[in-house]
C-alpha cells in the first residue's frame, strides 16, 4: 500500500497548516492556532469532529492516531 494516499493526506491535514496558517485540530482554540508558545505543540486526540476537523477527546493518550506523526515524517508533511 503506497503511503501518500488520499485517506494519508486527509489525516495529516488535520494536523498540518493550511493557508491560512490554522491547524484544523485546534478549531477555535487561540492559543494553539496563535500564541507562538503554544501553536506549535502537537496534541492527538482521541477523535475528530466530522465536519471541521477539531481534535476531540483525550489528548493525553495517543492511541491509534500517534501513527499520523509518523505519517507526517515519512511524508514529509508535503502537499501533492
Do not use: C
Request: glycine fraction near 14%.
Amino acid at each position: 500500500m503506497p503511503m501518500n494516499t488520499a485517506e494519508h493526506q486527509r489525516l495529516m491535514h488535520l494536523f498540518l497548516r493550511n493557508a491560512e496558517g490554522r491547524r484544523p485540530i485546534y478549531g477555535g482554540q487561540q492559543p494553539f492556532q496563535a500564541d507562538l508558545h503554544w501553536r506549535d505543540l502537537i496534541l492527538f486526540n482521541e477523535y475528530f469532529h466530522g465536519d471541521n476537523g477539531a481534535g476531540l477527546g483525550a489528548s493525553h493518550q495517543t492511541g491509534w492516531n500517534g501513527v499520523i506523526a509518523k505519517l507526517i515524517q515519512q511524508i514529509g508533511g508535503q502537499d501533492d
